[in-house]
Every structure is written in C-alpha cells, then in structure tokens.
C-alpha cells in the first residue's frame, strides 16, 4: 500500500530574476549615459567636437535623466534613494552596482517596489524612480515628444538641404553631414531610451506580480 506524502509548495518573488532585471538596466542607463557624453562634449586635446556638441535637445535630455536618476522618493520605506540599494551614481552619470548591498536590499521587496513603482497623486515629483523613468521615455520618444521633434527637424532641414546642394556645393556637403550626424545621434538616443524602457517596464512588472 503507498501512502501519498505531504509536499510543501513555497511561492515567492523570484529574487534572482528582479536581481537581473536591475543590473540589465543599469547596463542599459550606463551605455545611453555614455553615449550622451560623448555625443555632446568637446574634445579639447583633438580639437574635435562630439555630433550634438551644444545641442540644447541633447544637453537638456541629459540633465533631466540624470536628475530623476539622482532624485530621491519618501515611498520607498527604508529605501529613499538609489544608493540605498547599492546603486551609486558616479560623477560621469553611470551607475556602479555594489552588489552586496543590492542582494540585501532584495530582501525588503516590498519597500524596493515603492521606490521604483509608487505612485504619489499629491505628488509627481515624489513618484517612484522607475515610474518617473517610463514617464520620461514616453515624453520624449513620443509623437510630440523633443527627441521625436528635434530628429523631425533635422530630417526636414536635411530634405530642404539636398535640394540646393548644388548651389552650396562644398559648404553645403559639410553642413548636411553635420545634420546628418546629429540626426544620426539623436535617433540612436532614442533607441537607447527605449531599450532602457523596456527593462523599466520588465522590473516594474515583475514587482508588480508580488
């Protein structure tokens, strides 16, 4: 005769999963930080200038990701800022991950969802890191959006560019390769912001299943 044993099923966050789907994103932030920089810095010691060098769409995108990142949230419990989870923002904007700290941190799931995806009505401001990310992205890649609106723009003066190329000769090949480069850039920006967006929505949805 068998007897039919007891067996006990445990269900849980998957730690591992939302540990990867954090350091995927910061992989992700870092490389679109680092691009920016060098897409708009001057290159003193080769007197060469970076495609978007003084562009205020390129240099404004830069500083407002970089203040959300830095930004803090009182949603978060314990957690009220990045570094609370070994997430540490460097002077060039990229983050290091203290990996000791992440794991720990891992272990207080419920105040790590608030402080990537709580909401405050009272206060945007206040929102979740995470939350403010994907608001981001959306407003600047969408229809009206100043990346959508800025690489429109200089596919346009591109367009009108080529049609007197032939009167500009040489200046005007200089110039359009210019454009070129920024619309280049710009669209590239764009990309890394979305592929950033995808790993947003990949942790806010896993914390969101717990």
Known sequence: MLKTGQSTVTVGQDKDSVKKAINDFVTSYNSLMTLMRNDTKYDDANKTAGALQGDSTAVGLQSQLRNITAAGSTLGG???RLSDLGLDIGADGTIKVNDTKLTSALGSMSDLKNLFMGVDTANPNNNGIATRWRAFA????GFDGSITTRTTGLQSRVTANNKRVDE???RAAAYEKRVRAQYTALDTQM????????YVNKITSMLGSS
Do not use: C, E, I, P
Not at 191 to 198: E, F, G
């Open 78 to 80: 314990k957690f009220g």
């Open 168 to 170: 500009l000769n040489d």
């Open 138 to 141: 959306d407003q600047v890649t």
């Open 191 to 198: 990309a890394k912001l979305n592929d950033m967006q995808s």
